[in-house]
């Protein structure tokens, strides 16, 4: 998943599953974990920072593919949040989702932001047909290239997927076929365009054909004299050339109807074929062979490629008459002939679900009827087909796990508090990297001589500790420039709630920065101890925040030295560290201190500790651990 932290019902260190396992390596408790943790999601604190999460990909996406600015990022995290959290449903994820917004706005080359329902039919369609985003995207890219809109795309395109499902066809090669061709249509005229186009992919792919030996044709008799010098070679040679021996005809049909050039073209080189009766198979005469050589030079395709048309043109033919006057729609005998085969002058076709039909002329009353079914299957929709296909363990554990990973964001990108928080925490931000980069840039000439000095000095006690006092007065001088609150009231409008309140008290519980850097006595006594390998412990860190509130959030990034190397890795510095005050204001004391290891402590008591401490378990492990880092009981 797109911001998955860990896996759901797997085991990282154990052998990946194979075979059926595959499929049954689901424990007892994946359900319950998936429950558990959609609840852990759905705190305010995780929201905020999956949306802050989200937005930052949406404006990556948005810059990298369209080189556009905020409104762009806002709309693209918008839809694309709506979209995921919709299509989990479907097997579609958030980043099907990214992938389709990038590989249309690779094809288009202008800026498109695809709706949420666009997104998810891209992405199913992809799915479905067995194409790559990218291949689809270049689909959509075809048909805007003859003036077709997105969703005027999408649906055609849906339509063709049905249709090759329907014919009985390979959708994804069908599918592939259209798309290496679409761009025929604002070159040559097809009969009913985008219909007429797919037709002809259609019985080309059935035969086995390509399509670009009749296009080069057409293309060549665009002139009036290729028309009527083609048409006297097909005249010459005889036997039913049907419309290829008209050069009026010929020119008609290159300049209106390519696909109907490719029939009369499969037409002619299927009068050669005869069907062997007691053989079972189709043969070309020694005569029909000559014939249809000349044939292969006049419409400039192979010899080998237009006698293999002719027979499974041939193959088809009687499979269509032997189904007159039994009942079949047009529909149906098309499925047919492509589904079935010609066993001893039999048609015989298995279908799935179906039982085998060994004799066209015996098929029953129940049988047409669950043919019919069989079709209405194959029309369905692409989220009727991906529902469908979609086992049960999908349906239940991993659509269930997608749509709990979506909630957060859903929430968060659907709450104007949320968007106020981000947009405030941005100005925030703003704000604090132009304070800093002013106090520690080229400006801080008192941070620059003291490093100076302590280099010169060889990393000196003197020096150093000179050092880290100049550290505290440039970073005291930050603190001091810095007022995010003006800065949010200037630069947010009056109904961002946090226009007038600023965003301390909830920034302090989801981000832990350091407000302010104390180098105290006790702080300078253990730096020489550390400098002269006299030992000493680390002091106890302390801190102060203007946030107002005392959380697990925030105390989750104070509270940390800044040193406490033992002197074998190096002398640093063991300084105060303090959560962020966003407004640099008041104050409230946090103890980081682990407390009492052997003190007498209830279980409420304990839990508490622990989540307003993040170091509490660490010390307990050092207490317990000896050097060697093994257990010491």
Partial sequence: MFFEESGIGTDSGAAKPVGLGRATDIDAGTLKKISKDMVSSMVPPTIIRRTMQLQQLSYELVRESMGQTKIFGEAMMDNIANAAFESAQYGLTLDDHFETQKSINEVMQRNTILTEEESIQMGLLARNAGLTNAELAEMVGGFDSIGVGMQDALDKISGLEKQARTYGLNVGQFMKNISGNIKLLSGYNFKNGVEGLSKMVARAQSLRMDINASVKLSEDLLSPEKAIETAAGFQMLGGAVGDLGDPFKLLHMAQNDVGGLQDAIIGMAESAVVFNEKTGEFDIPVTEMYRLREAAKLTGMEYTELASTAIKSA???????????????????????????????????????????????????????????????????????????????????????????????????????????????????????????????????????????????????????????????????????????????????????????????????????????????????????????????????????????????????????????????????????????????????????????????????????????????????????????????
Avoid: C, W
């Avoid at 204001?585 to 500790?609: K, Y």
């Fill in 315 to 633: 193959e088809r033919t009687t499979k269509v008459d032997m189904m007159e006057g039994l009942g079949f729609t047009e529909e149906q005998k098309e499925m047919l002939a492509n589904l079935s085969d010609l066993d001893q002058g039999k048609v015989t076709f298995d279908i799935p679900g179906f039982e085998k039909i060994t004799d066209f002329s015996e098929i029953s009353e129940g049988q047409l009827r669950k043919l019919e079914d069989y079709q209405r299957e194959m029309g369905k929709s692409d989220k009727e087909i991906a529902l469908d296909q979609s086992s049960f363990l999908d349906k239940q554990v991993k659509f269930l796990s997608e749509i709990s990973s979506q909630l957060a964001l859903i929430t968060g990108v659907n709450n104007d508090g949320t968007r106020d928080l981000i947009e405030a925490g941005g100005v925030s931000a703003e704000e604090y990297n132009r304070g800093f980069t002013e106090a520690f840039g080229g400006q801080s000439k008192e941070l620059n001589d003291a490093m100076q000095k302590t280099l010169e000095e060889g990393l000196s006690e003197t020096s150093m500790i000179e050092f880290m006092k100049a550290f505290e007065n440039t970073y005291s001088t930050f603190v001091d420039t810095v007022n995010t609150e003006e800065a949010v009231r200037n630069r947010t409008d009056e109904d961002n709630i946090f226009h007038e309140r600023g965003i301390a008290d909830v920034f302090a519980q989801i981000f832990g920065m350091p407000a302010s850097i104390s180098i105290d006595e006790e702080t300078i006594e253990h730096l020489r101890q550390v400098i002269t390998g006299t030992g000493g412990g680390t002091p106890s860190a302390s801190a102060s925040s203007a946030a107002g509130a005392s959380s697990a959030g925030a105390s989750s990034a104070a509270g940390a030295s800044l040193g406490g190397a033992s002197p074998a890795t190096g002398p640093t510095a063991a300084v105060t560290v303090d959560p962020m005050s966003m407004t640099v204001a008041g104050s409230v004391t946090l103890d980081v201190n682990t407390g009492s290891l052997n003190s007498v402590i209830n279980e409420d008591a304990l839990v508490t500790m622990i989540l307003n401490n993040p170091t509490f378990i660490p010390s307990i492990e050092s207490a317990l651990n000896d050097a060697n880092n093994t257990y010491n009981a």
